[in-house]
């Protein structure tokens, strides 16, 4: 096999699909291949981390560098039990979004979607572990 198609899949086969949870499949939209923009948006943060992390290793050393790579992944290991609402307000402090004001912070929200949270916690859990 090469090693483009080892990497191609349809999502077909990934297991049962939950139609009462997930909706109706759109196999069409699994197929296609995300736009080059979604791409570098979604890498943009990685990016822009690592510059920040480059310019305080330039300006105060490794050890600052280091220090703050290791808050960062401390702080991202955080996680609430499934049907609690999670916020991670030390990883944005660390990341120093806690004093940006975008999109997400207001709009979309749970408790203003059509359709709300799990309520079943067992069923949260499941999904967040990945059982399901």
């Given amino acids: 096999m090469s090693e483009q198609s080892q990497h191609f899949s349809l999502g077909i086969g990934n297991g049962p699909h939950d139609l009462l949870r997930n909706g109706v499949r759109n196999l069409e939209g699994e197929a296609k291949a995300p736009h080059p923009v979604a791409a570098l948006q979604r890498n943009a943060d990685d990016a822009e981390w690592a510059q920040k992390v480059d310019m305080v290793r330039r300006t105060y050393g490794s050890h600052l560098a280091m220090r703050i ?35 997400s912070d207001f709009l979309n929200l749970p408790a203003n979607r059509p359709v709300g949270p799990v309520a079943d916690l067992h069923s949260a859990t499941e999904l967040q572990m990945g059982l399901i």
């Fill in 69 to 103: 790579s290791a808050e960062k992944v401390a702080c991202g290991r955080h996680q609430r039990q499934a049907g609690l609402e999670a916020t991670n307000v030390n990883l944005q402090t660390v990341l120093g979004n806690d004093t940006k004001l975008e999109f």
